[in-house]
C-alpha cells in the first residue's frame, strides 16, 4: 500500500527551500502550507526543454512506420541505416538478433559463452539507446563461428529458428524489413539468418503457417524486405522477372540538426558500445583511415529490394528511403496525422515550445483517443508518441525506483514513484499505478500538481516467496529472465483539457537472500603435482538482505551428501566477501589410479545454509576434473595475460612456479630468470606496446629460453607499416583468416616422433576428445622452413590446414606459435588440452 503522498514531500522539499531563502533574508515563514506550494518569483514565461528530445518527439509523430533490421550477432545490425531513419525521419525502428552472440571472442574481460552473452545483450542496448531503436532476440544459441547454414540449421533446428522469427515479425508487424546478411558466403549464421527472413516474410503472413501462435497476435504482411549491397556481393534477386533491380540508397554524412552531430558519427559512437567485439575507431578521422577511405565521406549505404508484397504500392526510382511511396488508409492515415502550426511542422518551432506545447495540448483536447478497429497496434504506436511528445513539451517527468537493489523472496521492498511538474499549469493526476508482480496497485496521490512541484509516492511490496531466481543471469540466458523482473508505473494525467498518459520501468534481480556470486577457480583441475593437496578455491558472497546474516557454507555433492561442515558465516548487511575455502573432499573415482583416470571428473556443490536450517538457501557447483599432466621438474614460468586469468589458473593446477609479467617487466626485467614465457591470446592487441618490446623476447629465445605464443587474429600479427609493426616471430610467420570450427575434427600427428608430443607426456588422439567450440583460428597461411608443423586438421571437405602448432629453434632457445584454441579448452577443464600445454611449457627443461 502507499505509505505517503504528495504532501509529505512538498513539504520536504519546502524545508530546503525555506532554509535557502531564510539564509538569504527572503522568506516569509509566516506564509500557509499553500502558499509555500507555489512556484517562485519571478515566473518565468517559458520552461526550459531539452531540444533534442522535443525535435525526436515531434519528428516521431509525423512517422507511423515500423522498420526492423534482422541480424545475426549483437553488431551485425546496420547501425547507421537505423540511426538515419530514427533520427531523421522518426522511424519506429527495432532490431531482431538471431543469437546473443555468446559464442564470440571477448576483447576486454574474461567472460565467455553465456556470461559473455549477458554483457552482449547490455552493450546492444546502450547501442541501441544512441541508435533509436529497440533490440530483440530470438535466443538462438551462437555455438560458435560456422562456414554454412547447413551447420546452423542443425544446431538451431530450423523450423524453430523460424517460428521464433515468425512470432517476432507478427508480434512487432514491421512495414518493412531490412538485413546486412544475404543467403550465402560469409558466417553460417549470417547465411541462415539471410535464409529465415526471406521465409519469415511470406511465413508471416500465412495463417496455415505455426497457426498455434494465432491466439497471441495476427498474421502479418510487411510491405517489403531489403538486402544491404556490399562490393561484390551476391544474394537473393528480386521476384519480379526482366525488371532492373530496384536500388535505395542511404547518406550516413548528413548532419543531423537536432544533435550537431552527422549521422554517421552517431551510428560509430552506438558500435563502440559493443565494447566485447573491439577494438573499434574512436573517431570518424580514424575510422574513414582505417577503411582507407580518401574522400572524407563514407560511400553510400545501399539497398536491393528483393520482397515486395503484390498490394504495396511500387517502389518509386530513386527513392530516397525503404518506405517511399507507402500510404495508409485515408481515414486511418487521417486518425494518426500530426498537429500542425500554419500549416507547417511542430519541430520548425523548436525556439518557441510554448507555442508547441500550446498547439499539442489544443489537438490533444479535441481529438479521439478511441482505439479504432482498424490497424489498432498502429494506433497505439502512435498514442505513445503523442504521450511521449506532450510529457516532453510540458516538461513532466515520471520516475521509479526501488531502496533495494535485489529484491530476495519474501521480503518486502519499497519503491518510489515521482511525478515533476516544472511547467507553468496545473496537471491533474487522473490515475497512479504500480505494475508489478502481475497486478496494478492503484495509489493514492494528488488529485492536482501545481507549477513547478513534484510529488512522491512511496509503495510498499513483498517479492513473492515462490518467485523466480534470475540469477546468475548467465544461468537464464535462454530462458529470458537474465534482464530481472519488471516494474512499471504509470501515471494518467490532465493538462488544460489535453489527457495523456507517461509510464517508465525499472527491472530487478531476484536473488537469495545470500548469493554464491562466484568461486575460482571453476573448473577446478588436479595434476600429479597438486593432487595430494587440499582443494583450495575462492567463494565471493552477498548477503542481499538489510540485516547481518550467520550461517554456514557447506560442501558436498549432486546427491545432497555433505562432505564438510566448511566454515561458518557471518556477514553484515549487503556486505560482499572473498573467503577462501580449503576442503579434502575428493569427488572422484581414482580407483583405477591416476594414470587411467585421465578424463576422469565429478561435482562439488556448495551451499549456504542458515543456522538454525540444513535447507540451503542458496548453492552452486563446482566440477572437478583431474588431468594426468606432468611438467617439467623446477619450472619457472613469466606469462602476459590478455582479458582472462586462464594462463594463472592452468599454471597454478601445474603447482608451477609462475609469474604474471608486465610490459615493463619483459623490457627491463631479468627474463634469465624464467625458463619458459608464455604470451596469452592476443596478447599484442591487448597490450600493444609489448610490440616494441618484442625485440627482449625474441633475446630471451636466443639465450636460450622457450617463448609460447597462443593465438592472434591476421590483423593483429602480420607486419603492418601503417602499425608500425614488423614481423614479431623470429622466423617469417603469416597469418591467415582460416578457421576449424569443427570441434571434432580429426588432427593428424604429423610428426610423431617429435620431443614436444612425448615429453613429459605422451600425446595421443585422446588428448584431443572432448573439445569444445572449434580446434583453432586465424592459421598460418606461410610460415619459415625453420618451422616444423607437428599438426594437421580440416573441417569437413576442406584441405588440411597444417599450421596449427608451428615450433623453431632460434639460436639457443626454441620458440611456439600456436593458432589452436588452447585457451578455451583449458577454460574448460579439457585434460588433453592440459596435458599438451604442460609439454610446451618443459619442451627442452628437465
Not at 174 to 201: K, M, Y
Not at 416 to 430: A, F, K, Q, R, Y
Request: with cysteine; aromatic share 8%; net charge neutral.
Amino acid at each position: 500500500m502507499a505509505k505517503n503522498n504528495w504532501r509529505r514531500p512538498l513539504a520536504s522539499i519546502f524545508v530546503v527551500f525555506a532554509l535557502a531563502f531564510a539564509l538569504a533574508g527572503g522568506l516569509d515563514t509566516s506564509r500557509s502550507a499553500r502558499a509555500q506550494e507555489v512556484s517562485p518569483s519571478p515566473t518565468p514565461t517559458t520552461q526550459a526543454v531539452n531540444k533534442a528530445e522535443l525535435h525526436q518527439a515531434l519528428l516521431d509523430l509525423t512517422n507511423p512506420w515500423t522498420v526492423m533490421c534482422v541480424a545475426a550477432h549483437p553488431d551485425d545490425e546496420d547501425g547507421t541505416t537505423l540511426t538515419v531513419l530514427r533520427r531523421k525521419n522518426g522511424v519506429h525502428t527495432v532490431s531482431l538478433f538471431s543469437t546473443y552472440g555468446e559464442g564470440g571472442q571477448n576483447a576486454v574481460g574474461p567472460e565467455l559463452y553465456e556470461e559473455l552473452g549477458v554483457i552482449r545483450v547490455q552493450e546492444t542496448m546502450k547501442a541501441a539507446q544512441i541508435q533509436g531503436s529497440e533490440p530483440y532476440f530470438l535466443g538462438l544459441k551462437d555455438f560458435g563461428f560456422s562456414k554454412s547454414a547447413a551447420e546452423a540449421f542443425k544446431v538451431w533446428g530450423h523450423d524453430e529458428a523460424l517460428r521464433r522469427m515468425v512470432l517476432k515479425i507478427r508480434e512487432l508487424r514491421p512495414d518493412v524489413i531490412i538485413t546486412n546478411h544475404d543467403t550465402t558466403g560469409g558466417h553460417g549464421h549470417h547465411q541462415a539468418t539471410g535464409r529465415l527472413i526471406i521465409e519469415a516474410f511470406d511465413a508471416a503472413a500465412d495463417p496455415k503457417r505455426f497457426p498455434e501462435q494465432l491466439n497471441q497476435f495476427k498474421p502479418w504482411r510487411a510491405q517489403r524486405l531489403f538486402v544491404r549491397v556490399f562490393r561484390g556481393a551476391t544474394g537473393p534477386k528480386p521476384d519480379s522477372q526482366g525488371e532492373p533491380e530496384k536500388i535505395i540508397s542511404i547518406d550516413p554524412n548528413e548532419v543531423d540538426p537536432a544533435r550537431g552531430t552527422s549521422f554517421a558519427e552517431q551510428a560509430l559512437a552506438a558500435l563502440q558500445q559493443h565494447a566485447t567485439q573491439g577494438p573499434w575507431p574512436k573517431s570518424m578521422a580514424e575510422l574513414l583511415r582505417a577503411r582507407r577511405i580518401e574522400a572524407g565521406k563514407l560511400p553510400l549505404i545501399r539497398y536491393r529490394l528483393v520482397r515486395e508484397d503484390a498490394g504495396a504500392p511500387r517502389l518509386p526510382e530513386n527513392a530516397a528511403t525503404p518506405l517511399a511511396g507507402l500510404e495508409l488508409p485515408e481515414t486511418f492515415a487521417a486518425k494518426v496525422a500530426a498537429p500542425k502550426i500554419d500549416g507547417r511542422p511542430l519541430a520548425d518551432f523548436l525556439d518557441r515550445p510554448d507555442r508547441v506545447l500550446a498547439a499539442l495540448i489544443d489537438w490533444r483536447a479535441s481529438v479521439s483517443v478511441e482505439l479504432p478497429a482498424e490497424d489498432p497496434d498502429r494506433f497505439r504506436l502512435f498514442e505513445s508518441r503523442a504521450n511521449r511528445a506532450l510529457a516532453i513539451a510540458a516538461g513532466i517527468s515520471l520516475t521509479l525506483d526501488s531502496r533495494a537493489a535485489v529484491l530476495v523472496p519474501g521480503v518486502n521492498t519499497t519503491f518510489s514513484i515521482n511525478i515533476v511538474n516544472p511547467g507553468l499549469s496545473n496537471v491533474h493526476v487522473d490515475e497512479l499505478r504500480l505494475d508489478s508482480w502481475g497486478e496494478s496497485v492503484h495509489l493514492e496521490t494528488a488529485d492536482e500538481l501545481l507549477p513547478d512541484t513534484e510529488t512522491i509516492v512511496a509503495v510498499d511490496r513483498t517479492t513473492p516467496k515462490n518467485a523466480t531466481l534470475t540469477v546468475p543471469k548467465e544461468g537464464h540466458l535462454y530462458d529470458d529472465l537474465f534482464p530481472g523482473q519488471r516494474f512499471e508505473a504509470v501515471a494518467k494525467l490532465e493538462i488544460d483539457g489535453a489527457k495523456f498518459s507517461v509510464s517508465t520501468g525499472i527491472t530487478r534481480d531476484i536473488a537469495p537472500a545470500v548469493e554464491i556470486k562466484n568461486i575460482s577457480p571453476s573448473p577446478y583441475v588436479w595434476t600429479p603435482a597438486t593432487f595430494n593437496q587440499p582443494l583450495s578455491f575462492r567463494v565471493t558472497l552477498t548477503n542481499n538482505l538489510d540485516q547481518s546474516f550467520g550461517g554456514n557454507l557447506t560442501i558436498g555433492n549432486s546427491q545432497s551428501h555433505v562432505f564438510e561442515a566448511g566454515r561458518k558465516l557471518s556477514l553484515a548487511p549487503m556486505e560482499t566477501r572473498e573467503v577462501i575455502l580449503k576442503s579434502n573432499a575428493v569427488p572422484l573415482d581414482m580407483s583405477l589410479g591416476r594414470r587411467r583416470a585421465r578424463s576422469n571428473s565429478g561435482l562439488l556443490v556448495l551451499s549456504v545454509e542458515p543456522q538454525d536450517s540444513r535447507r540451503p538457501i542458496a548453492q552452486r557447483s563446482l566440477r572437478v576434473v583431474y588431468a594426468d599432466a606432468r611438467v617439467a621438474r623446477g619450472l619457472r614460468v613469466g606469462f602476459v595475460p590478455s582479458f582472462d586469468q586462464t594462463l594463472q589458473k592452468s599454471l597454478a593446477a601445474f603447482g608451477v612456479d609462475a609469474r604474471e609479467l608486465s610490459v615493463a617487466d619483459i623490457q627491463k626485467g631479468h627474463l634469465s630468470a624464467y625458463h619458459t614465457i608464455i604470451i596469452d591470446n592476443r596478447g599484442y592487441e591487448a597490450r600493444p606496446e609489448l610490440i616494441a618490446a618484442n625485440a627482449r623476447l625474441l633475446e630471451f629465445v636466443n639465450a636460450g629460453g622457450t617463448l609460447l605464443v597462443f593465438y592472434h587474429k591476421s590483423n593483429e600479427w602480420n607486419p603492418d607499416a601503417n602499425k608500425n609493426r614488423s614481423q614479431l616471430a623470429p622466423y617469417g610467420i603469416v597469418l591467415g583468416d582460416e578457421r576449424v570450427t569443427d570441434e571434432t575434427a580429426p588432427v593428424k600427428f604429423l610428426l610423431p616422433r617429435h620431443p614436444l608430443l612425448n615429453v613429459p607426456n605422451r600425446i595421443t588422439q585422446a588428448d584431443f576428445a572432448n573439445w569444445i567450440q572449434e580446434r583453432g583460428l586465424y592459421y598460418p597461411k606461410e610460415w619459415d622452413p625453420h618451422y616444423s608443423a607437428l599438426f594437421s586438421t580440416n573441417d569437413p571437405g576442406e584441405a588440411p590446414l597444417n599450421g596449427g602448432l608451428l615450433v623453431a629453434q632460434y639460436d639457443k632457445g626454441i620458440y611456439i606459435y600456436t593458432s589452436m584454441v588452447w585457451y578455451r579448452e583449458l577454460r574448460a577443464g579439457v585434460p588433453g588440452a592440459y596435458r599438451m600445454f604442460a609439454n610446451m611449457i618443459s619442451y627442452r627443461h628437465r
